[in-house]
């Protein structure tokens, strides 16, 4: 596709439940970010994939959260025991390496989360 | 680290006014930056990034922004706004060093006719 996919675009669940979040980048784009978007809030970067570096796990909240990234392209993020916490917008984005690089990330319409 | 701020978390304005976006970031290390807009139910889109040269950065729909390192500021600024305006604005500073971005807490524009 053109640009960075996301699904689902909404996602309903009940506390404690666990949810999965797809990400397809762009084709030919080696970089792949998760960022979480709480309402009123800025985005809150989470994980980072580069080609087959080790992941940057850095931003990730807590131990319930963890996310895989399979064959270099399609990402998901897995929340495990969902709060009500974590209700937010979560946005992918991928982006291209020139000269050494990462370039600016292209961000998917996100997936808008909802525990109850 | 970096963190930035963005200092007006909503600005009004009427159409064919201007507008300025105000975004102050602080950093220990060079910096990239950028500006990005959320149009209402759609994702992020890069309005404008400075990475080196010329402080003054022109970016998609008129708009343009001016780097100023002594104030550590990145201001958005458009010299007349349309209804189509009417967005969520986002300022991001990442290290040259590395890859992540960090955001402020956005800017909701909101243009009046």
């Known amino acids: 596709g053109a640009g960075v996919s996301q699904s689902p675009s909404n996602k309903v669940t009940e506390k404690g439940k666990d949810v999965e979040l797809r990400c397809d980048p762009i084709?030919?784009?080696?970089?792949l970010y998760w960022y979480r978007q709480r309402l009123g809030q800025g985005l809150e970067f989470l994980i980072y994939f580069q080609g087959n570096s080790a992941p940057d796990k850095s931003g990730l909240p807590s131990d319930r959260f963890s996310a895989e990234r399979t064959g270099g392209s399609v990402s998901t993020l897995t929340i495990q025991r969902t709060q009500q916490e974590d209700s937010a917008v979560y946005l992918c984005?991928?982006?291209?390496?020139?000269?050494?690089?990462?370039?600016?990330?292209?961000f998917g319409p996100g997936t808008r989360l909802t525990v109850l | 680290a970096q963190s930035v701020t963005q200092l007006d978390s909503q600005v009004p304005v009427f159409e064919e006014a201007p507008v300025e976006l105000r975004c102050n970031y602080s950093?220990?290390?060079?910096?990239?930056l950028f500006w990005y807009v959320q149009y209402p139910n759609q994702g992020l889109q890069l309005l404008l990034k400075?990475?080196?040269?010329?402080?003054l950065v022109k970016g998609i729909n008129g708009f343009e922004a001016e780097f100023n390192k002594s104030q550590t500021s990145f201001h958005l600024r458009k010299p007349s706004v349309h209804i189509s305006d009417t967005a969520e604005y986002f300022c991001a500073v990442s290290d040259r060093n590395d890859y992540k971005l960090s955001f402020g807490a956005g800017t909701t524009v909101t243009v009046r006719a």
């Open positions: 084709s030919g784009h080696t970089a």
């Open positions: 984005a991928s982006s291209y390496e020139a000269s050494g690089r990462v370039g600016h990330p292209f």
């Open positions: 950093s220990s290390v060079s910096v990239y």
């Open positions: 400075y990475l080196s040269g010329s402080t």
